[in-house]
């Protein structure tokens, strides 16, 4: 076929651009993920017809899809088709830095979480300061 595609290791094909025209691309998801999707954003995901979207192919309409949107559906597209070890260590990752990115977020916001304790490192420069 004559249209661009996604490939994990491997070569199990993830998602899809330009088929069946360039308005549009395809995600692999499982049925579970395509009905939250398509529930979520219906006007940028469908399943595909036929048998290949009641499997969790699904459509993706280009014009309406934003990196926020199709980033959460390209990611678990990858991880369905991705060997287990290598989808394990990516969903633990995003699970790390959703984690960091949460605690950096509420440190930010509530100054009782800092620890008000200087690292060693500050200690260790204030204290060659003074001897100077």
Known sequence: MRHP????????????????????????LTP???EEFVGAEPE?????????GRGGATSVRLKSATKAILRPAMA??????????LAREFEAGLNRNRALSVL???????????DPAPTKRAQ????????E
Do not use: H, I
């Open 5 to 28: 595609d996604f490939r994990v290791r491997g070569g199990k094909v993830f998602a899809t651009l330009a088929y069946p025209d360039r308005k549009w691309g395809m995600v692999k």
């Open 32 to 34: 579970e993920q395509q």
């Open 44 to 52: 940028v995901f469908e399943p595909v017809s036929g048998g290949w």
């Open 76 to 85: 678990a597209a990858w991880c369905n088709a991705a060997p287990r070890k």
């Open 104 to 114: 950096r977020k509420s440190t930010k916001r509530d100054s009782s979480l800092r």
């Open 124 to 131: 260790e420069k204030a204290g060659s300061l003074r001897s």
